[in-house]
């Protein structure tokens, strides 16, 4: 049975408010573990941005607690995101808000990992084959195209093969001033339970470079 090690820190920066939301959890089941990892930004310049964000991972935290099997769960995942899409748009709409977030999901199960995504924040690998970017930034002159909150997000999915792989999720406050060979490097040197400490290495090199957005991230490590 597979292990996880797992850590996340979601910082206020330079920012008024945080509109950042982490959420990192694991079970067993069926005789099996499964650790799922999710980040959400809300959008700075709508005025309740935090909303949409903290929703979405409400959310999938609850569809992640009600799962009894693994069949498809991949897929289920991803309509989970397009439920709290929906769900979100319309409290939304009832509350009088304008909302929306970016979410990037990561879950494992055994030596398979899925991954299900909307906007700009990103999901990274370390294996073999070096430093590997798991999801796509669905960004267009600078401008997000795509977002969970108003009802009609394009989402994101991918799954591959892990075995026992290093994963590093985080808001675009963490990659916009990051140096991906110091990236690569700080996720393979990272021991186990050591997670928190590289975490605050990751946070400390962009605001001492001048990042002053939210800076939210997490560090997954799988075992055999």
Request: hydrophobic share 35%; net charge negative.
């Amino acid at each position: 049975m597979n292990s996880f090690f797992f850590d996340g820190v979601s910082i206020r920066n330079g920012r008024k408010t945080n509109m950042d939301s982490l959420m990192i959890k694991e079970k067993t089941m069926l005789d099996r573990k499964l650790c799922i990892a999710v980040i959400c930004d809300g959008i700075g310049s709508l005025s309740d941005g935090a909303f949409a964000s903290a929703q979405a991972v409400s959310e999938l935290g609850e569809w992640f607690d009600l799962q009894t099997d693994t069949v498809r769960i991949g897929l289920r995942m991803r309509d989970a995101v397009q439920r709290a899409d929906l769900r979100i748009s319309e409290a939304a709409a009832r509350l009088g808000l304008r909302t929306g977030t970016t979410l990037s999901a990561l879950l494992l199960d055994g030596e398979s990992y899925y991954v299900v995504h909307v906007g700009d924040s990103r999901i990274y690998s370390v294996g073999d084959g070096g430093l590997e970017t798991l999801t796509v930034d669905q960004v267009n002159n600078g401008r997000l195209t795509s977002c969970v909150g108003r009802g009609d997000a394009t989402v994101f999915y991918n799954e591959g093969r892990c075995g026992e792989g290093r994963f590093l999720l985080c808001s675009d406050g963490l990659y916009k001033r990051m140096d991906d060979a110091l990236l690569e490097q700080e996720l393979r040197s990272t021991e186990r339970r050591g997670c928190k400490r590289t975490i605050q290495r990751l946070a400390d090199y962009v605001t001492e470079r001048g990042e002053t957005d939210n800076v939210s991230l997490a560090i997954v490590i799988c075992e055999s």
